[in-house]
């Protein structure tokens, strides 16, 4: 079973639009983290945010931001204004004894 | 501090011709991961080190894939011989600990 599942393959958004990216995920451990990983077209993986199981509170930073609910098992993240240079595949990964990657989204900002 | 460096960045291969990668991680990393990451797939975990000891291999190829550790620093990840299913980006990462992963910019594989 999936235990880190990106529902959505790829969006396309023109610029200046919000776009949020999904990730449910399973696990039936009380410790653990999620992340996301931006990884654009030069193929190297860009952390953005770790969050612990513990730590619900939503997180902003700049025009990034994360929901993370565990009675749901989500941790979405939301791009508000989207820029081209967001263009990128986006993972959400699950730390229990290793990293569990979700399939990633691809997300296509057009100017 | 300097990220995780891998080489070569990219590589063509034909397929049953062996071939090496190299990762140095970020100094003082006890933990090195090697990832293989297939086109349109998140990436799935080869083996992991911690130091010079193999503390995970259970989704490495072993006929094919083989890698070591020396002196627990640099990493050498070796397939031989080569399938064209090998074909992917193959990421070697770092960590200090279990949540304080970097990732290096990763080898793209192309076996023809």
């Known amino acids: 079973a999936q235990k880190v599942t990106q529902a959505q393959t790829e969006i396309s958004v023109v610029e200046k639009e919000d776009v949020t990216l999904d990730c449910v995920y399973e696990?039936?451990?009380?410790?653990?983290?999620l992340f996301w990983y931006k990884q654009p077209p030069s193929g190297e993986l860009v952390f953005l945010i770790r969050?612990?199981?513990?730590?619900?509170q939503n997180e902003i930073s700049g025009r990034y931001s994360w929901n993370f609910q565990k009675s749901t098992s989500s941790f979405n993240f939301t791009i508000t204004a989207s820029q081209v240079v967001d263009s990128a595949v986006y993972f959400c990964?699950?730390?229990?004894?290793?990293?569990?990657f979700g399939s990633g989204t691809k997300l296509n900002v057009k100017p | 501090e300097a990220g995780v460096a891998q080489s070569p960045r990219y590589k063509i291969i034909e397929k049953r011709q062996s071939v090496a990668f190299w990762c140095n991680p970020i100094?003082?990393?006890?933990?090195l991961y090697w990832y293989q990451q297939i086109l349109g797939q998140g990436p799935k975990l080869l083996i992991q080190?911690?130091?010079?000891?193999?503390?995970?291999d259970s989704q490495l190829p072993k006929d094919r894939f083989s890698a070591e550790r020396l002196k627990g620093v640099d990493s050498t990840l070796k397939i031989q011989p080569a399938k064209l299913e090998d074909s992917a980006v193959y990421l070697c990462?770092?960590?200090?600990?279990?949540?304080?992963?970097?990732f290096g910019s990763g080898t793209r594989l192309t076996v023809v």
């Open positions: 080190f911690q130091n010079n000891g193999v503390v995970d």
């Open positions: 696990t039936r451990d009380t410790t653990y983290y």
């Open positions: 969050r612990n199981s513990f730590d619900e």
């Open positions: 990462a770092s960590s200090r600990d279990l949540y304080g992963y970097t």
């Open positions: 990964a699950l730390i229990e004894d290793k990293f569990y």
């Open positions: 100094s003082g990393h006890a933990t």
